[in-house]
């Protein structure tokens, strides 16, 4: 257990479950016209789970996590976490949040910022500095401590606000498009901040348009647009599952063996091919085949992630 973990003991429910019961939310302007943001959705979020988010711009996510930190109430329908109204669970426990938009004060420095984000969290005055040096830490931001918020690049801040999101050892972590801004190293590191994260009693949410760091880090992914749950994606691949998917072959020998293997396989440049396959047992009973016949097989890459694949039949897109 890290310091962070070990330095604040909350005395949180320990079963977290949220639940979003045919949940709406209709918009209304001065003029009377509406516009209905979220509509009919209902889903049950388990303890322990990284959930995914995604959809097309305008697909009513933003709304939906207001509406489960208790900024907005819904207009039908209701939001519980632990069997409580959101607000009064979020006002209770906390929750460790990542808004879309990061705004803190220019003027601020980065490590100022932090203490005063954590003494707005509730953190103890003697168990901040704690934490404060915790987070910058785990985010590298060492070096960017003293640095006024105005003089960060983009992806710097981006750290601070993951920083602030995990100034307390919260049981929900809510994260709007967390990534954004990132390099890839940072990207990388990410990811390996989230699976640090991910533990038994702790349920983590992530909205993100970056299908593929959804496909890596989340165990399923509510896929919304025009407001409504269209599908939940789990990311794993299932052997059973009858799916119509196309792989990128790349052979390093034994090219003219493979469409003894892949009839209908696709030249796709240098020693690559493109084929498709019903389920990965199709699959790999061909690779065996085929490298029973010689061939030399160098990587066998999805041409589309499992996640990918739906959320194109989901929102309407060709494939």
Known sequence: MDSLSS???????????IEFRNVGKTYRSLLGNSVKAVEEFSLQVAEGEILGIAGPNGAGKTTLIAMMLGYLRPTTGSVEINGL???????????????????????????????????????????????????????????????????LSKGNLQRVGLA?????????????????????????????????????????????????????LADRVAIIDHGRLQRVVS?????????????????????????????????????EYDVTVRSIQELNTALADLMSRGALVASVVPKRSVLEQQFREAVGESQ
């Open 7 to 17: 330095a604040l003991d909350l005395d949180q429910a320990a079963a977290l479950v």
């Open 85 to 151: 109204p959101a607000r009064t669970y979020v006002e209770r426990n906390g929750v460790g949040y990542l808004s879309e938009l990061i705004a803190i004060p220019p003027k601020w420095r980065a490590d100022t910022a932090l203490v005063r984000y954590a003494t707005l969290a509730g953190i103890p005055e003697s168990l901040i500095p704690v934490h404060v040096d915790a987070v910058i830490e785990k985010l590298g931001l060492g070096e960017h401590r003293d640095k006024k918020v105005k003089a």
């Open 164 to 216: 602030q999101a995990l100034l307390r050892d919260e049981q929900l972590l809510v994260l709007d498009e967390p990534t954004h801004g990132l390099d890839p190293v940072w990207t990388q590191r990410f990811r390996d901040i989230v699976e640090e994260l991910r533990r038994p009693d702790r349920t983590i949410l992530i909205a993100s348009h970056n299908l593929d760091e959804l496909q890596r």
């Open 235 to 271: 990311t794993s691949y299932d052997e059973t599952q009858q799916t119509t998917t196309r792989f990128r072959l790349t052979l390093a020998s034994g090219h003219e063996r493979i469409r003894e293997s892949f009839p209908h396989a696709e030249a796709a440049g240098k020693g």
